[in-house]
């Protein structure tokens, strides 16, 4: 079982970044993915999710309108897009399966919003 994201970089404020996460070793259609983030000194967070069946999504208050998550199944792939970034979005982004017991973590990839 192999959850790698990628797409994290340093960027503006007010600037767009996707993050995807590719899976593989397990039946991705069946796992509801989410992101979740953890910043230097925080606990981790989540930030997004979407469910299997039904792709229905989920979002923190702070990301409502900026982020938004979706899912390739054929490509066995979650995404998120991150429009007008801020600052406090600074953190380690990482990608998450789950289906009943079973939970899958990614490694991370780091997000920098600074000028």
């Known amino acids: 079982v192999r959850l790698v994201e990628s797409g994290g970089t340093l960027v503006q404020p007010g600037g767009s970044l996707r993050l995807s996460c590719a899976a593989s070793g397990f039946l991705f259609s069946s796992y509801d993915m989410s992101w979740y983030r953890q910043a230097p000194g925080k606990g981790r967070e989540l930030v997004a999710s979407?469910?299997?069946?039904?792709?229905?999504?989920n979002y923190r208050d702070s990301v409502k309108g900026r982020f938004t998550i979706s899912r390739d199944n054929a490509k066995n792939t979650v995404y998120l897009q991150m429009n007008s970034l801020k600052p406090e979005d600074t953190a380690v982004y990482y990608c998450?399966?789950?289906?009943?017991?079973?939970?899958?973590w990614g490694q991370g990839t780091q997000v920098t919003v600074s000028s």
């Open positions: 998450k399966a789950r289906m009943f017991r079973n939970e899958y």
């Open positions: 979407i469910t299997s069946v039904g792709g229905s999504t």
